[in-house]
C-alpha cells in the first residue's frame, strides 16, 4: 500500500478510536514504594514514600462501574508503582480482579521476584509481565543504582520465559552507555527464549532531567532506529519501537503500526493517590479528576477533553511542523505543566542526520 494512503487511512482510523475512547488499558499506580532508586525514574520513587499504599479495596470500589460499560475481560489492569512487587497483598489484589473478570498484569523491575512469588502470582491469575531489563550487567546496573539488579532481573526473566501461558515482554531503556552493545544484547535476549523486546528512549522528567548520560545524540537516535529497524528482519524475536513518539520516514520500519499516543484514548490510570489520569507517565497536572470524589467511568467518558483534542499541541516546533497531522505533538509524557513541550523532537532530529 503507498504510504500517503497507509497514513490517510491510519488517521480515519485514530479519529474514529479517539470518537469511541473505549478504555482497553488501565494502569493502577498501587505503590510510590521502589526497592531500587534508577537514574532515570520519572517518578523519583523512594523505598521510604511518605506516601502510602492505596487500599485495594479503594480500587476496586472505583472500577467495578466498569462492568456495566465493558465486559471485564476487554480491560487489562496493569499494576505498576513504584515497584509493585512491595507490595505484600498483590497477589491477592490479582486474585480478586480475576474474580471480577478483569485481566491483569504487571510491570516490574524483577528485583524482588522470586520462584515462591511467581508461583502464587500465577495462582492469582497474572496473564502479562512486562520486566525492565536494561543492558548487560555493567549498563543495566549502573541505571538500576545497584550491583545486584541485573542477577535477580535475569532470574525473573527465566522465572517468567518458562511460564508458557503468560504474555511477556522485556523493555530497555536505550542511554548513551548501552546503545553500542544492542546488538549483543538482542542476541543475550534471545538465547533467553524472550520473544517480545520494546525499546525506548529516556524523558528528560524526574531524576533523568539534565542527565546527559541518559539523553540520545540526533546521530545514536538515528543509530537507535537503524538498530531497530535491522533487528526486525530477525523472526526470533520481536523487536519494536516504543510508543513514546513520531519516527518520520522510520514509522513503518520500527514499529508494527503508525504512531499512536493512546493515553487518554484507550488508556487511563488510577494514580497512588487516587487521580485519574491517562498514561501513568505523564504529567500529574494533566490528572481529571479523583476516585474519592468522582465517579470514574463518569471522569472517562465525560472528561480527557484535552487527550481527545490535541489542537493545543499545535504550539512551539510543532506549529509550522508538516508532520503534525502524523504526531499530533507526540505522546503526552513529553509535556509539561505549562502545556509547553519538554524534550527535543525526535523525527526532526534524526531527519537532520545524513542517510547511510
Known amino acids: 500500500m503507498p504510504a500517503k494512503l497507509a497514513q490517510h487511512i491510519h488517521r480515519l482510523f485514530r479519529a474514529n478510536e479517539t470518537r469511541l475512547h473505549e478504555l482497553s488499558y488501565l494502569f493502577w499506580e498501587c505503590t510510590l514504594r521502589c526497592n531500587l532508586r534508577c537514574l532515570h525514574c520519572g517518578s523519583d520513587c523512594t523505598a521510604d514514600s511518605k506516601s502510602a499504599d492505596m487500599p485495594f479495596d479503594d480500587f476496586l470500589r472505583a472500577i467495578l462501574p466498569l462492568k456495566k460499560a465493558y465486559p471485564p475481560n476487554a480491560i487489562m ?33 524483577g528485583y524482588d521476584y522470586t520462584p515462591d512469588l511467581h508461583a502464587r502470582l500465577l495462582s492469582a491469575g497474572l496473564g502479562a509481565v512486562t520486566l525492565s531489563l536494561d543492558g548487560f550487567e ?24 518458562a511460564s508458557r501461558r503468560l504474555c511477556y515482554d522485556v523493555v530497555t531503556c536505550v542511554h548513551r552507555k548501552n546503545i553500542l552493545h544492542l546488538p549483543q544484547f538482542k542476541e543475550f535476549l ?10 525506548f528512549t529516556i524523558a528528560p522528567i524526574g531524576r533523568a532531567k539534565g542527565n546527559s548520560d541518559l539523553q540520545l545524540m540526533p546521530q545514536e537516535l538515528k543509530q ?3 538498530f531497530i529497524a535491522h533487528a526486525r528482519a530477525d523472526k526470533r524475536m520481536a523487536t519494536t519501537f516504543s510508543c513514546e513518539a513520531y519516527v518520520g520516514s522510520y514509522e513503518r520500519k520500527v514499529r508494527d503500526a503508525y504512531f ?8 487511563a490510570s488510577v494514580l497512588a ?42 504550539v512551539g516546533t510543532c506549529a509550522a511542523c508538516r508532520d503534525y497531522k502524523a504526531c499530533k505533538g507526540g505522546a503526552l509524557h513529553l509535556w509539561g505543566e505549562k502545556q509547553a513541550s519538554i524534550a527535543t523532537c525526535i523525527h526532526l532530529e534524526i531527519s537532520k542526520q545524513p542517510a547511510r
Request: with cysteine; proline share 2%; hydrophobic share 40%.
Open 77 to 109: 489492569v496493569a499494576i505498576t508503582g513504584g515497584e509493585p512487587l512491595l507490595r505484600k497483598d498483590l497477589a491477592e489484589c490479582g486474585k480478586a480482579l480475576r474474580g471480577h473478570g478483569f485481566r491483569w498484569g504487571m510491570v516490574t523491575n
Open 138 to 161: 555493567d549498563e543495566h546496573c549502573w541505571l538500576r543504582a545497584n550491583r545486584c539488579s541485573f542477577g535477580n532481573a535475569v532470574a525473573a526473566l527465566d522465572l517468567i520465559t
Open 190 to 199: 534471545i538465547s533467553k527464549n524472550v520473544k517480545a523486546w520494546r525499546l
Open 224 to 226: 537507535l532506529m537503524d
Open 260 to 267: 499512536f499516543c493512546r493515553a487518554g484514548v484507550n488508556i
Open 273 to 314: 493517590d487516587g487521580s485519574i489520569s491517562a498514561c501513568p507517565n505523564i504529567n500529574r497536572h494533566f490528572a481529571q479528576g479523583n476516585i474519592y470524589r468522582d465517579n470514574f467511568l463518569d471522569v472517562w467518558n465525560h472528561r480527557f477533553g484535552m487527550m481527545r483534542d490535541r489542537r493545543w499541541t499545535r
